[in-house]
Nanobody, 114 residues
Framework: QVQLVESGGGLVQAGRSLRLSCTAS????????MRWYRQAPGKQRELVAS???????NYADSVKGRFTISRDNAKNTVYLQMNSLKPEDTAVYYC????????WGQGTLVTVSS
């Protein structure tokens, strides 16, 4: 079955970096656009970044210039490089496949301290 497993979260100080990974299985990864979402406490889930099957990327204004999404189709993995982290980036981060919008992983918690 379709599965998404996120990892790489943690507690970091503001200004530092983290790289999140999401490994997919159960579908043809290379054919699917992939997206990273986040959900902060008490807030709705929001789209952070997306990457098409061809590698075209798009970002939310709040992370543009700080976050980079990439993918390795040989590893069925999508990454989110997060630089210059801010306390407002604190959230649970999830990946999602465009072709399977109902499928979510467990997420990975990112906590940024000031």
């Amino acid at each position: 079955q379709v599965q998404l497993v996120e990892s790489g979260g943690g507690l970091v100080q503001a200004g530092r970096s983290l790289r999140l990974s999401c490994t997919a299985s159960g579908f043809i990864f290379s054919f699917n656009a992939m997206r990273w979402y986040r959900q902060a406490p008490g807030k709705q889930r929001e789209l952070v970044a997306s990457i098409t099957s061809g590698g075209k990327t798009n970002y939310a204004d709040s992370v543009k210039g700080r976050f980079t999404i990439s993918r390795d189709n040989a590893k069925n993995t999508v990454y989110l490089q997060m630089n210059s982290l801010k306390p407002e980036d604190t959230a649970v981060y999830y990946c999602n496949a465009l072709g399977y919008p109902e499928i979510w992983g467990q997420g990975t918690l990112v906590t940024v301290s000031s």
